[in-house]
């Protein structure tokens, strides 16, 4: 039986964030209706055919529903926030291996976020719309110097992300660009949007495919030296916290705006250190190649966050430990 007022959305339910998310809610008592691709979709990573992982949850029998639901149809979003009080807006296409133009893939998140903004606002039920976004929305700035602490008053320059062609670009600009447009929309509607910039979301996972946030983040413990050349600074938050932070700002009544969620964070030169004492059995690849001189150095501040009452609860080794466990556990590793 759903309780009055409990139900939420949860776009992009078979994701890494969005299943942790669907979890928590869950053992939150909430009841949850969630989306997921449609079956031709299936031989992409994450379609809505390999969801026992979310119908097996606890509690999911009773209160969780799961509708089939295109980014690139915003109207079939309509009935899974038919009712709700609350929507957690999660699903972002990636691409970057560039197989979608810049222009398709901004025009597709854009369109497709405003299109759920939109049912929330038809359905008068909703009460606060909570948008992932990501740093990646924030750090990008050629005003920025190196060693600067960035808060939610920056954003991203997507001319200067396109001049200095940044692997997975694209994915940053439209970031960008969506969480702009999703709070420009807000304020004109008068709805109520906070939004969740996260840095390197990081843990275990109960989604069947492996995050791609994880596998980058062990990057060194798995030779992908192309991953680690991303980031000079690594900013990490565990999936346990990010779920966290989106319930506490779903149910904090001031939360206004932007909030940025970030941990930890270590420069990848005192990561190899790191991994190299915690897991001296894996033979850390070498840091030598690790700093991608293009993008600055920079930290960020969860100041803003922190001060509303909310308190992480994972450091770097609980991230690692967990996340390997898991990997191993699913035959990743």
């Known amino acids: 039986m759903e309780e009055k007022g409990r139900v939420v959305c949860v776009t992009g339910g078979t994701g890494f964030v969005a299943s942790w998310l669907i979890m928590r809610l869950l053992q939150h008592g909430y009841s949850v209706n969630t989306t997921g691709r449609p079956q031709s979709h299936s031989s992409v990573s994450g379609s809505t055919r390999d969801i026992g992982f979310l119908t097996n949850l606890p509690g999911a029998s009773e209160r969780l529903r799961v509708f089939t639901a295109d980014l690139e149809n915003p109207d079939s979003f309509a009935a899974a926030i038919e009712g709700c009080v609350g929507v957690f807006h999660v699903a972002h296409p990636l691409d970057y291996r560039n197989e ?32 992932t976004s990501s740093v990646s929305a924030v750090m990008f700035n050629d005003e920025v110097e190196g060693g600067a602490v960035l808060d939610e008053g920056w954003w991203s320059d997507v001319d200067y992300i396109r001049n200095e062609k940044f692997h997975g670009g694209s994915y940053y600009i439209s970031k960008t ?46 030779r992908n030296e192309y991953q680690i050349q991303c980031f000079p ?100 590793l």
């Open 100 to 131: 979608e133009t810049e222009e398709t893939i901004i025009d597709k998140c854009i369109g497709a976020t405003l299109g759920i903004l939109t049912a929330c606002v038809e359905t008068k039920s909703v009460r606060r719309v909570v948008y």
């Open 177 to 222: 660009l969506t969480e702009r447009a999703a709070l420009e929309f807000a304020e004109k509607h008068s709805l109520d949007l906070v939004t969740v910039n996260l840095t390197w979301t990081h843990g275990p996972f109960i989604c069947p495919n492996w995050p791609l946030s994880v596998n980058s983040a062990l990057a060194m413990m798995i």
């Open 233 to 332: 600074n690594m900013p990490f938050v565990h999936i346990d916290d990010v779920a966290s932070a989106h319930i506490f700002l779903f149910e904090y009544p001031e939360a206004k705006g932007r909030y940025i969620c970030c941990a930890v964070e270590i420069t990848i030169d005192k990561l190899y250190e790191f991994l190299s004492t915690q897991y001296p059995e894996k033979k850390i690849s070498s840091a030598d190649y690790c700093t991608n001189k293009a993008i600055k150095l920079v930290r960020f501040s969860s100041k803003k966050l922190l001060d509303a009452g909310f308190k992480y609860k994972y450091g770097l080794e609980e991230m690692f430990d967990e996340a390997i466990q898991c990997c191993r556990q699913k035959g990743f």
